[in-house]
């Protein structure tokens, strides 16, 4: 079975400063991963996703994550931190072939402050 | 294009009432899911469809039933409402047309309370 965590339950950053949410997974085979945000009161948004290639990847909003095979990790990063980055962030992961099911972390509240 | 569409957007229950929440997508896609969101525990996958005519069971099913009539609708049925199942209902929709894993798009939300 697969599974998600995010370590940290809440994140504080300067606005202007670097942003990095953690997250590591567990998966049987080649892990697809994906981050989402939510923002108050609505559903979750896409940023990213990783399913082969690069481990860099880049999203939305400018953020981006690196897969880390040997670390078993997937961090969202974002170079200089936004006060409208302020949300609830969520590592999803699947183990990929014909299974679409995603298990997803416990979220991770970022909080930028001006 | 709407995406997937929710309703009611809210509601409150008296335990023991039937339930039906709405999910609807325009974006074609064959396979739909719907999450509960939890305080502290993200969101858990209830039950899932990977084309019409097909469903299977998520992490937390009891209590809830779906159908798949058509590839466009998904609902979710509480039989008889308990205070456990208050809750922040997703759906989410994904294309699985190249045999793996896709984006999920979700839906707004449904918040539901059960007294």
């Known amino acids: 079975a697969q599974s998600v965590a995010q370590p940290e339950d809440q994140v504080n950053v300067a606005e202007g400063n670097p942003l990095t949410v953690k997250c590591t997974y567990s998966v049987s085979g080649n892990p697809y991963l994906f981050w989402y945000v939510q923002y108050p009161n609505r559903g979750l948004q896409f940023l990213l996703k990783?399913?082969?290639?690069?481990?860099l990847v880049k999203g939305s909003y400018g953020f981006e994550a690196e897969f880390n095979k040997s670390q078993t990790s997937f961090h969202l990063k974002k170079p200089s931190a936004l006060v409208s980055d302020s949300a609830l962030y969520f590592c999803?992961?699947?183990?990929?072939?014909?299974?679409?099911?995603?298990?997803f972390g416990a979220g991770t509240t970022v909080t930028v402050r001006a | 294009i709407a995406g997937i569409t929710q309703a009611p957007t809210s509601q409150i229950l008296a335990a023991g009432r039937r339930m039906t929440l709405r999910c609807t997508q325009d974006?074609?896609?064959?396979?739909m899911y719907w999450y509960r969101q939890d305080l502290g525990l993200g969101l858990r996958l209830i039950h899932y469809s990977n084309t019409a005519g097909t469903t299977g069971k998520g992490e937390v099913p009891d209590g809830y039933s779906v159908s798949r009539a058509n590839t466009d609708d998904f609902p979710l049925t509480l039989a008889s409402a308990v205070p456990s199942q208050t809750s922040v209902y997703f759906c989410?929709?994904?294309?699985?047309?190249?045999?793996?894993?896709?984006?999920?798009?979700f839906g707004p939300g449904t918040r539901l309370t059960v007294l």
């Open positions: 999803a992961v699947t183990p990929g072939s014909n299974d679409y099911k995603l298990s």
């Open positions: 990783y399913i082969t290639g690069d481990n």
């Open positions: 974006m074609r896609h064959n396979a």
């Open positions: 989410a929709s994904s294309d699985t047309g190249q045999g793996v894993p896709d984006t999920q798009y």
